[in-house]
């Protein structure tokens, strides 16, 4: 079966240091998402991405957060200059289509320490 | 806004028991439920849904879900739980004109042998 799948598994990263995190969604997506889980809290929605440009995206995507679509395969989340407090899970997720009664499926996740 | 909670953080079970994982949701417009499966050092894997028909959807593993519209509850239940089962689970809602998924805090599900 298709995967949604996250490099690195783990990031150990310096605070104030630009991070990036890479995904590549299952092939024939078209919607991406990011998605975030402090350890103990919940899973937090960051973004989602179609066509070359945000549709959505939460409050805690500020301006220090950026994603991209570099290529035909991988989707990426940067975050320029990280704080302690982004320490965290960071999950992709892909589907087939936007409508509301399509499942997302993630990846395995990326695990950020910002030391 | 719309929101999820999961009252209960853990639940243990006995195998070969029925296992119920609650969930209740608040969202404007209809809702469209999903339960999510988390293992150790695993991502999210999609067990569920409802959308709209049958108020019973079945779904993998032999998990299934009853949606309750007047309770807005969108319960989790197997028959008869395996230890396999044990791990971390997640309602799940979209609703109205949102595009994201808003997640409960997640139940850990024990089931002893």
Avoid at chain 1, 32 to 42: A, D, P, V
Avoid at chain 1, 75 to 87: C, G, H, P, Q, V
Avoid at chain 2, 72 to 89: I, Q
Wanted: with cysteine; charged share 15%.
């Amino acid at each position: 079966e298709p995967e949604v799948t996250q490099t690195p598994s783990h990031q150990v990263t310096q605070m104030g240091q630009e991070v990036i995190l890479r995904c590549v969604p299952i092939s024939n997506h078209l919607y991406f998402y990011w998605y975030r889980q402090i350890l103990g809290q919940k899973v937090e929605f960051l973004v989602s991405f179609y066509n070359n440009e945000i549709s959505e995206k939460s409050e805690i995507f500020d301006d220090q957060f950026s994603v991209e679509r570099p290529d035909g395969s991988n989707f990426t989340l940067k975050i320029r200059s990280t704080k302690l407090e982004d320490s965290a899970m960071y999950f992709c997720a892909s589907s087939s289509y936007m409508g509301a009664n399509q499942p997302q499926h993630f990846g395995d996740g990326t695990r950020l320490s910002i030391l | 806004a719309q929101s999820v909670a999961q009252p209960e953080d853990q639940v243990n079970v006995a195998e070969g028991n029925p296992l119920t994982v609650k969930c209740t949701y608040s969202v404007s417009g209809n809702p469209y439920l999903f339960w999510y499966v988390q293992y150790p050092n695993r991502g999210l894997q999609f067990l569920l849904k409802y959308i709209t028909g049958d108020n019973l959807v079945k779904g993998s593993y032999g998990f299934e879900a009853e949606f309750n519209k007047s309770q807005t509850s969108f319960h989790l239940k197997k028959p008869s739980a395996l230890v396999s089962d044990s791990a971390l689970y997640f309602c799940a809602v979209r609703g109205g004109s949102a595009r994201q998924l808003t997640f409960g805090s997640g139940t850990q599900l024990t089931v002893l042998p």
